[in-house]
């Protein structure tokens, strides 16, 4: 303990979620102002950043970014544990060492183990002298926990016993058991890491065997009997901070304090984080119900939007024909945030989402069905400080309550006759503005000066109306101002989707997690699905399609290619078993080629996956409309295990080399696996790709045909091919055959102005058929060749898109981001207002590229990064540009070393930032000098780089 001690007549009062005891003293507070006031300022940096969250549906993917994270496991699914753990987490797990709550087993121990009752939570004090207490501890509450893999434990409520405890022989009596106990748990359990709730008068006792302490209500508190925010008193925060400050200087060890901010008061959230830091102290500032990812040492940015459709409205109620994902989730990919669906008329989220989602945004063609239980939801999110964007239909009438929030009023008997557009600014004519404007009936007139009109029109009555409006709490864009549809399917943009989301949802600039590039170059992938593998060529001698694209192009673009089969159509229990002796062969000698990645095309190629039961007898090819659902294998019940797993078997024991197994399937049909099917590849450790038809094209150059990268669905994430296959550009091969060559237009739409997608060359073993085919599929790759690209494999590439879902992008209290997690995708596009990344100073950063389509800064691949920024480019060495991946970097003082590897392509690296270095580099041919020196290899790996700039 401090060599000074406060001497004060002590008054406890139970005020918060952790029941931690807020104790006031006076006398000689002043004399021990200026010995406490130390190291006020000391830096956070060398001590833990620390997240507390006792909420449902654990948010792992923001937890993770801290160097500690406390849960409550009964809250944690199946797996969150290893997750939360993966990029150097330590989870700790939350245990009432003094009462037991009314929820969990406490009441099977006997009434004389308890003493007390808190009311204010419902739970019970317990007598920490009885052994059946210590006993329940031990083997009811940690020993579970060890089992399931935690080692690491919060210990809270230690001060309880004071409920109950108004003597000095009986405070010290449940000091000196609650001592026992804590050693108890240390011997019990060897390594196991405790962190305490307060227990300041045990401190000295138990230093040795804790890890950190953390205090409750410093400068802002939450009162349970109230159910309110407020400020602490002076006297009291001095009290704690001289208790934190003694934990920290004294005993060496973590301090922490919790304190409580309104959930919409982020701004107040972040000061309070700031001013804890400040005085040394590790912060966590979140709600009351610490049910809310506040703010710490790092602020986790929200990655992640709440994204609200109606199943009713789509086919078979799939998300993935849902206006909502089909309109708003490339948008926001592109922003860099993944969405999370919920169907409206499903359970929706009752934890705080301010600080957990972005936004929440919403896509409906009509009203809800629930609309009472969806107006209070939606008013609570919006109280909370939570932004809604809402488009098509609101889903509910704008009246009451929620027409006083966004400050506007239905506009009643708007007629769709003589509509006219009276005024609009940049947000309208994306790609175009109506000549001749229609309505769906609906419209507001502006009741808050606050609002932000983007788009005002007249009836022909002469009424205005504002289908497009912005304010404080989100924006509204009525149907049809999104999206204008024309004949034959087609549609564009009349609305700025990105505009309009940023603006808002008030997306902050910040770094962009983006998954079509790498060190500077875009990604380029090959993926080949397995349909017509044992057709025969429009070729001199009726080849093999299979023969023919092996000779004419797999063996001539040696870049990385993911090949797949249908085992069903080749094997010899499939639907061709006379030719399975010709076509395995070819198999074969495809999957022995270095360059060629194994995938499957799944056993019976199932058209349309949502028609389909398993266990249904499917031999004889059900059709629904004329249209098949599989293939007709005969006697063949659906099974997804077969599907995927038993394709995958079939091609790693007869058709894969030695060394080689499959990497990925390739989703058949219209590409819409269920989440069952999804969960076997995953299990099973395969990637997994294709599906959503991205085709736009320069005839028709709008993004409503530019599709989104991922489909979440339930616990699993289906990776979506960047473009789809020639069978679109060629009509189903029925013409023209040489329309594949189109995707070069698609290739182009969504690399400028804004790189949407990467490079896709993806196509069937149709494309051998014809001459005309096989001709544009060699212009393609002519195309893609001439490009700037990282070549990678399919699976490579659903990796990195995978990984982009979760990777964690963090506000720090110095000004500076943490990266957390980008292990597969490695880059982030860096807002122009942000500036430069400090090569020198940052962790992990290994370059930078400026481009039109903006500013590329490229990471190692270590779990953790930190980003520190500059006003300008860095004058350091750095990786300006390269068709590979980085392996290794290490940059210390003025000299780097790196490593790199391509996938099957000549390695070659740009360097920038080399003036005045020496740069070695064996095997390199080198081009240029002073400040970029280019490194060309005839392999595809570098060995040691390295930079010595003295």
Not at 130 to 155: Q, T
Not at 282 to 287: D, I, Q, R, T
Not at 295 to 301: A, D, F
Not at 335 to 349: E, F
Request: net charge negative; hydrophobic share 40%.
């Amino acid at each position: 303990m401090s060599t000074f001690r406060l001497l004060f007549d002590e008054t406890c009062v139970a005020t918060n979620r952790a029941r931690v005891w807020r104790c006031t003293g006076v006398a000689l507070l002043a004399a021990f102002l200026a010995v406490f006031s130390v190291n006020a300022n000391a830096d956070v940096d060398n001590q833990p950043s620390v997240a507390i969250y006792y909420g449902n549906d654990v948010p792992v993917a923001m937890l993770d970014q801290f160097d500690w994270a406390v849960v409550e496991s009964e809250h944690m699914g199946e797996g969150q544990l290893d997750a939360l753990e993966q990029y150097g987490t330590q989870a700790f797990a939350y245990v009432s060492l003094g009462e037991a709550e009314h929820w969990r087993a406490g009441e099977t121990l006997p009434n004389e183990a308890f003493k007390a009752r808190n009311e204010g939570w419902n739970s019970q004090a317990a007598d920490l002298t009885r052994k059946e207490w210590g006993d329940y501890i031990i083997n009811k509450r940690i020993r579970p926990l060890w089992s399931e893999g935690y080692r690491a434990v919060f210990l809270d409520t230690l001060d309880s016993y004071r409920l109950f405890a108004t003597d000095d022989e009986s405070v010290k009596a449940q000091q000196q058991a609650l001592v026992a106990l804590i050693k108890r748990i240390r011997t019990e359990f060897p390594g196991v890491k405790l962190l305490l709730n307060r227990g300041f008068e045990i401190l000295d006792q138990v230093r040795s065997d804790i890890v950190g302490v953390a205090a409750e209500s410093l400068y802002k508190s939450w009162d349970v009997r109230t159910q309110s925010y407020r400020d602490v008193k002076p006297e009291d925060t001095q009290y704690v901070l001289d208790r934190l400050r003694e934990v920290r200087n004294d005993y060496g060890l973590p301090a922490i304090a919790i304190d409580y901010v309104d959930p919409a008061d982020r701004d107040t959230a972040r000061a309070t984080a700031r001013r804890i830091a400040d005085d040394g102290i590790v912060p966590w500032v979140s709600n009351g119900a610490l049910n809310q990812v506040g703010v710490g040492s790092i602020e986790p940015m929200p990655r992640k939007v709440l994204v609200l459709y109606d199943a009713s409205e789509s086919d078979y109620g799939e998300l993935a024909y849902s206006s909502a994902h089909l309109n708003i989730a490339m948008p926001l990919e592109y922003l860099g945030y993944g969405a999370v669906y919920k169907d409206v008329d499903g359970a929706l989220p009752d934890d705080t989402l301010r600080g957990r989602y972005a936004g929440v945004v919403s896509w409906f063609l009509t009203g809800v069905g629930a609309q009472a239980n969806y107006r209070d939801w939606l008013l609570k999110q919006m109280r909370d400080g939570v932004p809604v964007a809402l488009l098509g239909d609101p889903g509910i009438p704008v009246t009451g309550e929620l027409s006083e929030l966004m400050g506007l009023q239905a506009v009643p008997s708007i007629t769709d006759q003589g509509l006219a557009v009276v005024d609009h600014d940049d947000f309208l004519g994306f790609e175009g503005m109506p000549e001749k404007p229609a309505m769906s009936g609906s419209g507001y007139s502006v009741v808050d000066d606050k609002v932000n009109v983007h788009l005002k029109v007249r009836d022909g009555n002469g009424a205005e109306f504002v289908p497009v409006a912005t304010g404080d709490w989100g924006g509204v864009a009525l149907s049809p101002w999104a999206i204008q549809q024309g004949l034959a399917d087609q549609s564009r943009w009349i609305l700025d989707p990105f505009k309009f989301i940023k603006t808002a949802l008030a997306l902050p600039d910040m770094p962009v997690a983006d998954a079509t590039t790498e060190n500077g170059s875009r990604y380029w992938m090959t993926e080949v699905d397995g349909d017509a593998f044992n057709s025969r060529a429009s070729a001199p001698g009726s080849p093999f399609n299979a023969q023919l694209l092996l000779d004419r192009i797999l063996k001539k673009y040696r870049v990385p290619t993911t090949v797949s089969v249908i085992t069903g159509e080749i094997g010899p229990d499939g639907l061709y078993p006379e030719l399975t002796d010709q076509v395995e062969p070819i198999a074969r000698e495809i999957f022995k080629l270095p360059w060629v990645e194994i995938g499957t095309h799944t056993y019976s190629h199932p058209f349309e996956w949502l028609g389909l039961t398993e266990g249904e007898l499917t031999g004889a090819g059900r059709t629904a409309a004329g249209y098949a659902y599989n293939l007709p294998l005969k006697n063949y019940r659906f099974d997804l295990e077969r599907e995927i797993a038993g394709s995958t078997r079939y091609i790693n024991d007869h058709l894969a080399p030695p060394g080689k197994k499959v990497k990925a399937v390739l989703w058949s049909g219209n590409a819409l696996p269920p989440e069952k099917a999804l969960a076997i590849a995953e299990r099973i450790g395969i990637a997994n790709i294709n599906g959503a038809d991205t085709h736009v094209m320069s005839d028709n150059p709008t993004l409503t045909d530019v599709m989104p990268m991922l489909r979440p669905l339930g616990d699993h994430i289906q990776v979506y091919s960047p473009q789809t296959n020639e069978n679109v550009y060629t009509n189903n091969m029925t013409g023209p055959l040489w329309g594949y060559r189109r995707v070069i237009e698609s290739y182009k739409i969504t690399n400028e102005p804004r790189r949407l997608k990467p490079i896709d060359i993806y196509f069937h073993f149709y494309s051998a058929t014809y001459p005309a085919s096989l001709k544009a599929l060699n212009q393609v790759f002519s195309y893609a060749l001439s490009q700037q690209t990282v070549p990678v494999y399919a699976s490579t590439y659903s990796r990195i898109a995978r990984n982009w879902y979760d990777v964690g992008v963090a506000r720090t209290l110095d000004g500076g981001w943490q990266i957390t997690g980008a292990t597969q995708m490695r880059t982030v596009r860096l807002p122009e207002r942000l500036g430069w990344p400090d090569v020198r100073t940052s962790r992990g950063v290994v370059g930078v590229r400026d481009l039109t389509q903006g500013r590329y800064v490229a990471l190692s691949g270590e779990p953790r990064v930190k980003l520190n920024l500059a006003s300008g480019a860095p004058s350091v060495p750095y990786v300006h540009r390269s068709n590979g991946r980085i392996t290794q970097w290490r940059h210390s003082g003025g000299d780097v070393t790196l490593e790199m590897a391509a996938e099957h392509v000549p390695l070659e690296i740009e360097l920038a930032g080399t003036a005045g270095c020496r740069v070695s580099a064996n095997g390199a041919s080198r081009r240029g000098g002073g400040n970029t020196v280019t490194l060309r290899y005839t392999g595809s790996t570098s060995g040691p780089v390295r930079i010595d700039c003295g």
